[in-house]
């Protein structure tokens, strides 16, 4: 008698399924393209006392009253917020890397919606709810869950043969399946794999409840596909329910996608610059034609009662559907919703839309105020101009006014959209604004409303401060999909707030003969971006790359310029190169890296050299070297490298007492490699041993760090340690740390 226990029936479905897999899943095919509808559905479930009794929540219960949609008026329903329809023809090239191309046909939006034009109207479409359950790995709100018929999900899930059935004209297996551990991202639900070809058929799935995601209450997605006698699965019908809540007590947002497609073709080929756009949208624009822009963006004009939905809809609404959309229909109108839009506007974008006609937007709000020890109390007004002003050109003015320097500061940047298809902006800006020399020279820092204003603060002069007045004329074209190519010629003047003469060149030579304390610079800048499957969205008279990147994003920048310098002009070239990516590392989490290459062949000021960016503040930076003080090192060749580890639960997770706090396990490391060329080693005068052009020797700099995310949901403490160049001596006063304790905060789910 064997001692053996039998083998789960599902275990052999399940092999097969792998062994099936290269003839089932989409990447077979080498492109697909069909018709698509989408319907998202948004509302406020579970609404507190307090939040019921705002002006913006009864005037809708009122409305949901008055068109009789009685389950939208009841106190403890959900409140309907908005509803949009997006008629679409999608065409997806396989790759790698894959391209999708979006063309929306039909839009219609109902109630407390986004703007028409801006990039959350832009996501309405199938392009953003697309699941393929066939990876090993799904990435849905940024977090990576495991499919459940992926090569390793013994190791996650649990699976019961429960049954056989049809799913349309194919007999399936029903398997029922459970995750090990509650705390993993991973789902509970049914899949059906058909007997014929071992292909999955239908999937109906729920994140499990206890996984460690932030806000999210309630995650479920069921979708349906095509028949495999059909070729690869595509899938035929989708539904996406997710549900947001900030707190225990707090009201829930829950979010509904139903995508139905149709009219599928396989392996039609089209060009490889048919997919250069990744959404085009034959909606017109509202405010290009004042008569029919309404109907045609999708907004009902006063007194419709029908669109074209109504009547060309592929799946059918229910009585409270129908009652809803007519509550919605008239929500926009009414003046608390109006406020709150604005107000959410406000929130997302950093810009409040002001004015009857809506021609500017103030802003960025967060950089309207700053405090730090150089300009005192900072003060900063700006706007930018919107569609309603001009569609193709964008006007951003600013003035700025410090306090203790007492110093007025403004500029202005102009740009022209040129052409849309492939994005051809041309673009002319002047600037008389007090910048920091430590952030003059990191070509490759994001260039952010929240990074901008946090440099603003506290420590400015040891940045170093420098008066600059920027004169910059700009092209920006895209060349081909995921390519873009940037020529920039600028003018620099640049007054450091700072001593800056420096020895004489060579010894006993003119000591008259110093760097002038003025920088005089006219540059040529080419910069070539490319980002093979990135998605590029309009908005209005601006876009944003949306979605995750599953390849390296490659930046090359060239820069030739000439310099006033010892009374002459001397000519000098700088070479970056940057490369970045974010690769799943499977039940380890998420791995972010970034290679940067720098080097200057030419003899130059020390205020052109590279200073790797520094950190003296309590807080973490994750595009500094944290242990760093400013001008540490400075280099005219240099390779970095740093590295950011987040691995979610998989550690913490599996430790009593701490697992019910959600924390979650990061690790950093930071390289450095580089050095100064002889040339290049004068040493300034005036300001004690600070700036005596230290350089790497033959070591690389290195400093890791380990620490825990998710601290109240938004708190990252970071514990990082300096491997080597522990001795370095004090400069100004100040001691290079071998030790630090950083704290950052983010927004993760």
Not at 419 to 438: K, L, N, P, S
Not at 459 to 473: C, H, K, N, Q
Request: net charge positive.
């Amino acid at each position: 008698m064997s001692s053996r226990q039998p083998e789960n029936p599902a275990f052999r479905i399940l092999r097969e399924v792998q062994k099936h897999k290269p003839e089932n899943e989409r990447t077979a095919l080498t492109s697909a393209e069909f018709d698509s509808y989408n319907r998202i559905e948004v509302s406020l479930a579970d609404i507190p006392k307090a939040l019921a009794n705002r002006k913006v929540v009864k005037d809708m219960r009122a409305l949901a009253a008055r068109h009789g949609a009685a389950a939208a008026s009841d106190p403890d329903a959900p409140l309907p917020l908005f509803a949009s329809e997006v008629g679409s023809k999608v065409y997806v090239k396989y790759g790698p890397p894959m391209h999708r191309r979006e063309d929306i046909l039909h839009k219609q939006m109902r109630g407390a919606g986004p703007r028409e034009g801006s990039v959350l109207s832009q996501m309405l479409g199938s392009n953003f709810q697309n699941f393929d359950f066939y990876p090993n790995w799904q990435n849905i709100l940024g977090k990576d869950f495991i499919s459940p018929i992926s090569a390793g999900g013994r190791l996650t899930y649990d699976y019961t043969l429960q049954d056989s059935l049809l799913v349309g004209q194919d007999m399936c297996y029903k398997i029922a399946v459970a995750p090990k551990r509650d705390h993993d991202l991973a789902f509970t639900g049914t899949i059906w794999i058909t007997k014929e070809k071992y292909a999955l058929r239908r999937i109906d799935v729920i994140a499990s409840e206890h996984a460690n995601l932030n806000f999210v209450s309630d995650l479920r997605i069921l979708q349906e596909l095509t028949p495999p006698d059909q070729g690869p699965g595509l899938a035929a019908r989708t539904r996406l329910v997710v549900a947001v809540r900030p707190g225990d007590k707090q009201a829930a947002m829950r979010v509904r996608f139903t995508t139905v497609n149709s009219g599928f073709q396989r392996n039609t080929q089209h060009p490889g610059s048919f997919y250069d756009q990744p959404i085009v949208s034959t909606v017109m624009e509202p405010g290009t034609d004042s008569e029919t822009s309404g109907l045609i963006s999708g907004v009902l004009p006063s007194g419709a009662t029908e669109g074209y939905f109504d009547k060309n809809r592929p799946d059918t609404l229910s009585l409270s559907e129908r009652q809803t959309f007519a509550v919605l229909d008239s929500a926009r109108e009414l003046p608390a919703v109006r406020s709150t839009l604005d107000w959410i506007d406000l929130f997302i974008n950093g810009y409040r839309r002001v004015g009857e006609r809506g021609l500017i937007e103030l802003g960025p709000i967060i950089n309207t105020f700053a405090y730090n020890n150089f300009e005192g109390a900072r003060f900063r007004v700006g706007f930018r101009t919107t569609p309603a002003f001009s569609r193709n050109w964008v006007l951003q003015p600013y003035v700025a006014y410090g306090t203790m320097d007492g110093r007025l500061k403004y500029g202005l940047r102009a740009n022209y959209i040129a052409e849309r298809r492939h994005w051809t902006v041309i673009g002319g800006e002047y600037r008389h604004d007090i910048e920091q020399y430590a952030l003059l020279d990191n070509d490759f820092l994001p260039e952010n409303n929240l990074f901008v204003a946090a440099s603003r603060w506290g420590r400015f002069r040891e940045g170093l401060p420098i008066m600059r007045d920027l004169s910059l004329l700009s092209l920006q074209r895209d060349l081909f999909h995921g390519f873009t190519q940037s020529v920039i010629l600028r003018y620099q003047n640049s007054v450091p707030q700072f001593m800056v003469r420096t020895q004489p060149r060579t010894p006993g030579g003119d000591p008259t003969e110093l760097t002038p304390d003025k920088l005089h610079q006219t540059e040529i800048v080419l910069e070539s971006r490319y980002a093979p499957d990135e998605n590029l969205v309009q908005a209005e008279n601006r876009r944003r790359a949306i979605g995750l990147k599953h390849w390296p994003v490659f930046t090359f920048r060239y820069t030739f310029g000439t310099i006033d310098w010892f009374r002459g002009n001397n000519t000098y070239n700088k070479y970056n190169l940057l490369v970045t990516h974010s690769l799943s590392a499977g039940h380890f989490g998420r791995l972010s890296y970034r290679v940067e290459g720098s080097y200057i062949p030419s003899e130059v000021s020390y205020l052109l050299l590279k200073a790797p960016l520094g950190n003296q503040t309590p807080f973490f930076n994750i595009n500094s070297f944290n242990l760093l003080n400013y001008f540490e090192f400075v280099t005219d060749r240099s390779v970095s490298l740093r590295l950011d580890h987040h691995f979610e639960g998989i550690i913490l997770n599996a430790i009593p007492g701490i697992r019910r706090f959600n924390w979650r396990l990061v690790a950093t490391a930071n390289f450095l490699y580089g050095g100064l060329t002889d040339a290049n080693k004068l040493s300034p005068v005036g300001r004690g041993n600070q700036f005596l052009l230290p350089s790497l020797g033959k070591a690389p700099y290195i400093e890791a760090g380990y620490g825990i995310e998710n601290i109240f949901r938004f708190v990252r403490v970071d514990f990082i340690h300096r491997v080597t160049y522990r001795n370095e001596p004090p400069r100004n006063g100040i001691t290079p740390p071998n030790f630090g304790i950083k704290v950052g905060a983010q927004f993760r789910l």
